[in-house]
């Protein structure tokens, strides 16, 4: 499998290779945040923290891999596009979405009640996810141009005149980055669990 | 001392113009395959610094689930 050779299309030679590492880092971005924003509403029907903990965990994780994502982005466009960043709708979208989690965590820090942290970071969070998929996915396709693929004028790696070898690594890659997502977030979803059990136990 | 001299030199190597140049050749050469290689870097070092900070979150439960136990002996 190592040695099947992708096209290495015009400019992006070798690099297109960062499809199966840049692209999954946002997949699994969007299904964390999708898992949180199911909890959220979860936790505010049912008023039960386990929701909350998966919800906060999984953002926290999805924020990791978002950073990732602008990061791998941003190197990777220094060597194709010839700058770190470029003023498109799809990376500052990107940005504005990954701060709106950010600011969800540090809400979640700036509460101390337990019961009204929860159903205010539900509230955002449940918020927070549409408009996520509106600034880093919609806008970006709606665009007039734009130069990142799947965006704007640009079209996505589907329509490349792709030989299959590059889809071979790919569905698998998406698969495992967000399982390695969830694995990460269900260490921290346990740990919480057991300190959670250790405070009712003292009471 | 030696470590003194080290640190101008790495000093002089990442503002000097030597490295910067070398450093843009190497991602430019064979088919820019060290972006892919640096991109890979980024994701480990990601993943790597939240694990770490996850096993510091899991060394004070680990120290509350102790203390506990410890308190639970001296009762009994």
């Known amino acids: ?203 | 001392m030696k470590i003194r001299s080290l640190l101008s030199l790495s000093l002089t190597l990442l503002t000097g113009q030597t490295f910067a140049q070398t450093k843009e050749n190497l991602f430019y050469s064979n088919g820019k395959i060290y972006v892919v290689v640096a991109v890979i870097s980024i994701i480990f070092t990601g993943i790597v610094t939240y694990l770490i900070l996850l096993d510091r979150r899991l060394k004070r439960t680990e120290k509350e689930l102790r203390d506990k136990f410890d308190k639970k002996g001296s009762k009994d």
């Open chain 1, 1 to 203: 499998m190592l040695f099947i050779n992708p096209n290495n299309l015009l400019f992006l030679d070798e690099t297109v290779r960062n499809l199966n590492f840049h692209v999954p880092m946002w997949f699994t971005m969007i299904s964390l945040l999708f898992i949180s924003c199911i909890n959220s509403i979860l936790y505010l029907r049912t008023n039960k923290i386990k929701y909350d903990i998966i919800a906060s965990r999984s953002a926290e994780v999805a924020v990791l891999f978002g950073l990732m994502g602008l990061a791998t982005g941003s190197f990777w466009a220094r060597f194709s596009w010839g700058d770190w960043w470029t003023d498109d709708y799809k990376l500052n979208g990107a940005a504005i979405g990954e701060l709106m989690y950010l600011a969800y965590l540090i809400l979640r820090n700036s509460v101390e009640d337990p019961g009204k942290r929860a159903r205010l970071s539900s509230v955002y969070s449940i918020m927070a996810f549409p408009l996520f998929l509106v600034f880093a996915w919609i806008l970006p396709k709606m665009a007039a141009n734009s130069m990142h693929p799947g965006s704007g004028d640009t079209v996505g790696f589907n329509q490349y005149p792709l030989n299959n070898n590059l889809r071979m690594t790919f569905y698998p890659a998406v698969l495992g980055w967000i399982l390695m997502g969830w694995w990460i977030t269900s260490l921290q979803i346990r740990n919480k669990y057991i300190t959670l059990k250790l405070e009712s136990d003292e009471d």
